[in-house]
Nanobody, 122 residues
Framework: QVQLAESGGGLVQAGGSLRLSCAAS????????MGWFRQAPGKEREFVAA????????CDADCVKGRFTISRENAKNTVYLQMNSLKPEDTAVYYCAAGPRRGNYESHYDYWGQGTQVTVSS
């Protein structure tokens, strides 16, 4: 079993930045691919970014544009999501997930955190 705990969410003005963290309980954290998803009110959960054990990254459009950056520190069992130039439409609950391989579908991941709320005001 892997337990995941997100932190770092909060209220920020448009144009601001936040860094989300996800701490994992697993001693074998380094073998897992880690992903970030988000779910806005009234919408389905959507993929944001993922990083595998070798540092390979899969990105959505915002990640590709450089607004969002995923990274990990295996020594700290932690994965991060740096979010810059935030927009009101980025408001959502952000979830981290762990699984055997990197991907942009929820089915790629076996373990999920409880989520952290990010609210961007205009």
């Amino acid at each position: 079993q892997v337990q995941l705990a997100e932190s770092g969410g909060g209220l920020v003005q448009a144009g601001g930045s936040l860094r989300l963290s996800c701490a994992a309980s697993a001693r074998t954290f380094s073998i897992y691919a880690m992903g970030w998803f988000r779910q806005a009110p009234g919408k389905e959960r959507e993929f944001v970014a993922a990083m595998d054990r070798n540092g390979g990254i899969t990105c959505d459009a915002d990640c590709v544009k450089g607004r969002f950056t995923i990274s990990r520190e295996n020594a700290k069992n932690t994965v991060y999501l740096q979010m810059n130039s935030l927009k009101p439409e980025d408001t959502a609950v952000y979830y981290c997930a762990a699984g055997p391989r990197r991907g942009n579908y929820e089915s790629h991941y076996d373990y999920w955190g409880q989520g952290t709320q990010v609210t961007v005001s205009s």
